[in-house]
């Protein structure tokens, strides 16, 4: 059993920067592919990023490519991942959930994650 457990977020500033990290409890982390993703009001929850098991791979999505990068701790006793948000627009406001992933590639589809945190809320401001 794997529990996910996030921080960070909060209210922000359009051209901010913000960091949010994902922490596992129970289970090794590092065994698991580990993705973002988030839901803006209204709209679904849609795919932001995500990293390999190992670290040697990531992906994310077009409309943040660029802007957002993903850098893992894993292996220590952090055992936690983070999502750095650089640059941010209004349109980046939403709840960002974590989620780990037995397929050690990771994926963009929600269905294939089998572990979610609770989401953290972001609100950017212009």
């Known amino acids: 059993q794997v529990r996910l457990i996030q921080s960070g977020g909060g209210l922000v500033q359009a051209g901010d920067s913000v960091r949010l990290s994902c922490s596992a409890s129970?289970?090794?982390?590092?065994?698991?592919?580990l993705g973002w993703f988030r839901q803006a009001p209204g709209k679904e929850r849609e795919f932001v990023a995500v990293?390999?098991?190992?670290?040697?791979?990531?992906?994310?999505a077009d409309s943040v490519k660029g802007r957002f990068t993903i850098s893992i701790s894993r292996g220590s006793a952090q055992n936690t991942d983070y999502l750095q948000v650089n640059n941010q627009t209004t349109e980046d406001t939403g709840v960002y959930y974590c989620?780990?992933?037995?397929?050690?590639?990771?994926?963009?589809?929600?269905?294939?994650?089998?572990?979610w945190g609770r989401g953290t809320q972001v609100t950017v401001s212009s």
């Open positions: 129970g289970s090794l982390f590092a065994n698991y592919a």
């Open positions: 989620a780990a992933s037995f397929r050690k590639c990771g994926s963009r589809l929600l269905d294939t994650f089998d572990y």
């Open positions: 990293v390999s098991w190992n670290g040697d791979s990531t992906e994310s």
